[in-house]
């Protein structure tokens, strides 16, 4: 197979010839032409992975030609080949679009290097720039599940802040709400968003290091720091920045995020020279922020600037009409996700998961469902493709309505009483812990580490 498709437009019939035959022998496959307007119309209704480009031709100039080409295929790498060495040539083909460009008499080997390169970037681009959309195409508001009164209120605040010039936005829920889906949904959905969405889990970098990434730093700011390097808030630049999992972020990284929020300034470390930022922070947190402040872990101040705009997302166990919803956009986007095609969901097993406790959240919901399609059904979801703890939710509730409880009136112990529901569910299924755990509505993990804790185990 071609490693690429390359035009090459020159009017000189010897440099046609010997790129063809050079490139060729690289591995390209090469399409030659004389004229600018010919070169524009091939770019255009042809596949070509790159141009080489001379910017003396007959009809129309090779500027302008890379000029028109940019007007529809914004990244095909365009490499120049000029026979005058003047700056302004070389400046006006760099303005123009050109990925870079070589003087006449070239050497072929420098401009293999060139070609390989250029090619290199542009997929590289493109692939970022299919992730990104993906990213985009996923994180819609109309991919956000939920019409109840709880996520209509979430959908008010978000969409009000994704239009405004708001900066900061507090979300904050449960593991598996919605944090990150709402995160990018904002940026995505917001004026911000050609500019960079950069997202950074407090939890997963060291405090030092965390603060150097963000803030970036100067040559010689610390040993390791060979040379200058612009931190994230830099590169976010008239972007959005998300802060996941704020509350793990030390104090005097703290003190410094509430110092930028309110200049839009900061310094790089070891930096002299202030630099200007416009960047929307979203901090996320799934742990309670204000114990942390009671606490001591976390700043009063930047918390209360952090509320401004605050936004919380739900446990499903709190939404769950929406919980049919979600399943069928679960099962629509794995159906096309696995190429399977399943029907849909039987109303016992709707039944369970509505009616389940979802620990999880809507993570939990959704890898339910996968684990159904990819394993389990054929064509309609049952009951019986469900996990055992959705199932066993059930089964432990007819129990407890069952149960006539007296409370003593001289109290009684918890642990004791745990106790005792254990060993009665363990001998309820001859010892079966699976089955155990089921009959309490558990996880056969949570059982057994609720036999340690009780001493059974
Ligand atoms: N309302 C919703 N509609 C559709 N999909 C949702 C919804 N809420 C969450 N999801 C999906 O559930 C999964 C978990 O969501 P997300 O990663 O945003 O949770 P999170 O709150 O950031 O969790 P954590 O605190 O564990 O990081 C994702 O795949 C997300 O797309
Ligand atoms: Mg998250």
């Known amino acids: 197979m071609a490693k690429g498709r390359v035009l090459v437009v020159d009017d000189e019939k010897l440099i046609r010839w010997s790129l063809e035959h050079n490139l060729s022998r690289e591995g390209y496959e090469v399409v030659c032409t004389d004229c600018g307007e010919k070169a524009v119309s091939t770019v255009d209704s042809e596949i070509v992975d790159l141009v080489i480009l001379d910017v003396r031709l007959p009809d129309i100039t090779g500027v302008e030609v890379l000029e028109k080409i940019r007007g529809f295929k914004r990244d095909i790498p365009v490499v120049m080949i000029t026979a005058d060495?003047?700056?302004?040539?070389?400046?006006?083909?760099?303005?123009?679009?050109?990925?870079?460009?070589?003087?006449?008499?070239?050497?072929?080997?420098?401009?293999?290097?060139?070609?390989?390169?250029?090619?290199?970037?542009?997929?590289?681009?493109?692939?970022?720039?299919?992730?990104?959309?993906?990213?985009?195409?996923?994180?819609?508001?109309?991919?956000?599940?939920?019409?109840?009164?709880?996520?209509?209120?979430?959908?008010?605040?978000?969409?009000?802040?994704?239009?405004?010039?708001?900066?900061?936005?507090?979300?904050?829920?449960?593991?598996?709400?919605?944090?990150?889906?709402?995160?990018?949904?904002?940026?995505?959905?917001?004026?911000?968003?050609?500019?960079?969405?950069?997202?950074?889990?407090?939890?997963?970098?060291?405090?030092?290091?965390?603060?150097?990434?963000?803030?970036?730093?100067?040559?010689g700011a610390f040993t390791d720091a060979k040379a200058a390097r612009k931190g994230y808030f830099e590169l976010a630049d008239g972007g959005t920045i998300y802060l996941d999992e704020i509350g793990e972020m030390n104090v005097s990284m703290q003190a410094k995020?509430?110092?930028?929020?309110?200049?839009?300034?900061?310094?790089?470390?070891?930096?002299?020279?202030?630099?200007?930022?416009?960047?929307?922070?979203?901090?996320?947190?799934?742990?309670?922020?204000?114990?942390?402040?009671?606490?001591?872990?976390?700043?009063?101040?930047?918390?209360?600037?952090?509320?401004?705009?605050?936004?919380?997302?739900?446990?499903?166990?709190?939404?769950?009409?929406?919980?049919?919803?979600?399943?069928?956009?679960?099962?629509?986007?794995?159906?096309?996700?696995?190429?399977?095609?399943?029907?849909?969901?039987?109303?016992?097993?709707?039944?369970?998961?509505?009616?389940?406790?979802?620990?999880?959240?809507?993570?939990?919901?959704?890898?339910?469902?996968?684990?159904?399609?990819?394993?389990?059904?054929?064509?309609?979801?049952l009951a019986e493709h469900l996990p055992s703890e959705i199932r066993g939710d059930q089964i432990s509730r007819e129990i407890s309505q069952e149960i006539e409880f007296n409370f003593p009136s001289g109290g009684m112990s918890l642990d004791k009483l745990e106790a005792s529901l254990l060993k009665r569910a363990l001998s309820m299924s001859e010892n079966n812990q699976t089955k155990a755990a089921r009959l309490l509505g558990l996880g056969r993990d949570a059982l057994r580490y609720r036999m340690k804790k009780t001493g059974l185990l």
């Open 85 to 219: 060495d003047a700056v302004k040539t070389a400046v006006a083909c760099m303005k123009a679009g050109a990925c870079d460009y070589m003087i006449k008499p070239f050497d072929f080997d420098e401009l293999k290097v060139i070609i390989e390169k250029s090619l290199e970037d542009a997929s590289l681009k493109s692939e970022f720039r299919r992730m990104r959309n993906d990213l985009e195409a996923e994180s819609q508001f109309e991919n956000i599940i939920g019409e109840s009164e709880r996520m209509r209120e979430v959908f008010r605040i978000i969409t009000r802040v994704a239009c405004s010039d708001a900066t900061t936005v507090l979300l904050y829920g449960e593991s598996g709400t919605g944090k990150d889906l709402v995160a990018r949904a904002i940026h995505y959905g917001s004026a911000r968003k050609e500019k960079p969405l950069i997202e950074i889990n407090c939890a997963a970098l060291p405090e030092t290091l965390l603060e150097s990434e963000l803030m970036g730093y100067e040559k």
């Open 257 to 381: 995020l509430l110092r930028i929020i309110e200049n839009k300034r900061f310094k790089r470390l070891g930096g002299t020279e202030d630099i200007e930022v416009d960047v929307r922070i979203i901090a996320a947190t799934n742990s309670d922020l204000t114990a942390a402040v009671s606490e001591g872990n976390f700043r009063k101040d930047l918390y209360y600037r952090l509320k401004v705009i605050p936004v919380e997302l739900p446990p499903l166990k709190e939404h769950r009409d929406d919980i049919p919803a979600l399943i069928d956009f679960f099962i629509t986007r794995f159906n096309r996700e696995f190429k399977r095609i399943i029907r849909g969901i039987s109303p016992e097993a709707q039944k369970l998961l509505v009616d389940y406790h979802w620990p999880g959240n809507v993570r939990e919901l959704k890898n339910v469902i996968e684990r159904a399609i990819i394993l389990e059904c054929d064509e309609l979801i």
